[in-house]
Nanobody, 124 residues
Framework: LQLVESGGGVVRPGGSLRLSCAAS????????VGWFRQVPGKEREGVSCISSNDETANYADSVKGRFTVARDNTKQTVYLQMNDLRPEDTAVYYC??????????????????WGQGTQVTVSA
């Protein structure tokens, strides 16, 4: 099972990026997906998550109102739309999922499978 993130880059404060998390070789449709970020020397932080059936989406307080998580099960892809980016959003962003289907969406890093990460840098 492989997850592949993409869409990271360098953006100015106030700008936007959309990250993608794609499943390679398997169906993501029945799995909750979480987004996390990490900066050197700090613990991995839960940013957002989405349930398998789209009914639940959770966000860290630091990103509420600015980030939106969504999924397109026809493309086996989960997206993280990031608007009004701030320098403190700079981090490597990871997506993750569970081994079991229909698990509850979590912002804690208790997931089984992780992508390789994509760098997001917010700088003037």
């Amino acid at each position: 099972l492989q997850l592949v993130e993409s869409g990271g880059g360098v953006v100015r404060p106030g700008g936007s990026l959309r990250l993608s998390c794609a499943a390679s070789g398997w169906s993501l449709e029945y799995y909750a997906v979480g987004w996390f970020r990490q900066v050197p020397g700090k613990e991995r932080e839960g940013v957002s998550c989405i349930s398998s059936n789209d009914e639940t989406a959770n966000y860290a307080d630091s990103v509420k109102g600015r980030f939106t998580v969504a999924r397109d099960n026809t493309k086996q892809t989960v997206y993280l739309q990031m608007n009004d980016l701030r320098p403190e959003d700079t981090a490597v962003y990871y997506c993750a999922t569970f081994r079991e289907v229909f698990r509850r969406c979590l912002l804690s890093p208790n997931y089984n499978y992780w992508g390789q990460g994509t760098q997001v840098t917010v700088s003037a």
